[in-house]
């Protein structure tokens, strides 16, 4: 293998910032990821609250292209990931009609953060660290973190793997282009609710894409793999009333997700939780995969450059990835 040498800053450690690094790492580039959150992950979120647990980010996740097909199964093979053979319908005004999936529904296990974890235990990865400014000074690209001020170090390369309208921020000044392809996409949020019981719900299914109410999934996430048994739901606004609403604080919104919780499940919470993703998926799919300035050496990736999915996210890290090492191997002496 050809030894490449080139430091390469990583914003984002979520399944697209992991898959490139990942990449990258393999073909001799000195990786560093920038994370602001406590782990990795990302929108493959999982939130712990007493005895209960929950994905409260991605739901589950197939792999139609062969690429990440075989990603998939070396998490399989590695244990962090698995099948979810619950049972999913389309639920409308209480009218639960199977809904089967051409490609094998997977989560992570025992949380859906164990996939990113995995792709993480080998790389440099700084959490806690939020970038709120680069610096480029002789070709070169320093970074500013929130919480620690400039960090030391430089680097040839820069990745932005974080949603466009944060990406916008940070690199619009250096980069028109960029800054334009970050404006061509919208991002929808969504509300969530996680509701927590002390038993079980009778009710026949496992995950249900709902029609004809505020929320638009509605999950039994103890239902998935190696998940502990306490019964826990989450439950997702659509995109369409998540926008909305998406001005209102918790406090307003909590009382009406719980009375829409109510009205499909016949239950309250006995505890519940709520969250605004505010940059939860795109509204439209992008062909791009990725982008690049390779002037100022900065590509970007993520979901929003695809497909917001687990499998377009990771393939447009992976994808960036490709293209960062022809360039690195075209510049070499
Ligand atoms: C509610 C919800 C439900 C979903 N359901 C599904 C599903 O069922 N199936 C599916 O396949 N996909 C689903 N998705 C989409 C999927 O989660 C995403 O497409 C994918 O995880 C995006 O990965 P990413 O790496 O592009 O971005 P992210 O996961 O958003 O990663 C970006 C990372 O950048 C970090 N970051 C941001 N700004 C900065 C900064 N300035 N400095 C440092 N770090 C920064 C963030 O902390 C984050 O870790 C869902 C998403 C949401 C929100």
């Not at 293998?1 to 073909?27: D, F, N, P, Y």
């Not at 929130?146 to 040839?156: D, L, N, R, S």
């Not at 250096?174 to 009710?203: D, F, G, H, R």
């Amino acid at each position: 293998m050809t030894t490449i040498k080139k430091r390469v800053a990583i914003i984002g450690a979520g399944i697209a910032g992991l898959s490139c690094a990942q990449e990258l790492e393999a073909h001799g580039f000195a990786v560093t990821l920038f994370d602001k959150s406590k782990g990795v992950g990302g929108r493959m979120s999982h939130r712990y609250f007493g005895d209960w647990e929950a994905d409260h980010g991605a739901q589950y996740f197939t792999a139609r292209d062969s690429l990440f097909q075989s990603e998939v199964a070396r998490w399989v093979e590695a244990e962090v990931a698995k099948p979810w053979s619950g049972r999913i319908v389309s639920l409308n005004h209480g009218n639960a009609i199977d809904k089967p999936s051409d490609a094998t529904r997977y989560v992570g296990i025992p949380a859906m953060t164990s996939p990113a974890k995995h792709l993480a235990r080998n790389l440099n990865v700084l959490t806690q660290d939020t970038v709120v400014d680069l610096h480029r000074i002789n070709d070169l690209w320093k970074i500013t973190t929130k919480e620690h001020g400039q960090i030391a170090g430089a680097f040839e390369y820069l990745v932005l793997a974080i949603p466009s309208v944060q990406a916008e921020r940070i690199i619009g000044k250096y980069s028109a282009n960029l800054k334009a392809i970050c404006q061509e996409v919208v991002m929808l949020p969504c509300w969530t609710l996680l509701a927590y019981l002390k038993e079980p719900l009778n009710l026949p299914f496992d995950g249900a894409f709902v029609e004809g109410s505020v929320f638009s999934w509605l999950a039994r996430d103890n239902s998935k793999p190696n998940r502990p048994v306490y019964e826990t739901w989450v439950a997702q606004a659509s995109h369409a009333w998540s926008k909305a609403h998406v001005d209102q604080t918790q406090f307003e919104i909590e009382p009406i997700l719980i009375k829409a919780f109510q009205e499909l499940t016949g239950v309250e919470p006995d505890l519940h939780q709520s969250h605004l993703w505010r940059y939860a998926k795109l509204e439209e799919a992008n062909a791009r995969e990725f982008a690049l300035d390779a002037s100022i050496a900065v590509g970007l990736c993520g979901d929003w450059l695809k497909n917001s999915t687990v499998e377009g996210a990771w393939l447009s890290g992976y994808r960036l990835a490709e293209q960062l090492k022809q360039i690195a191997l075209a510049t070499m002496e």
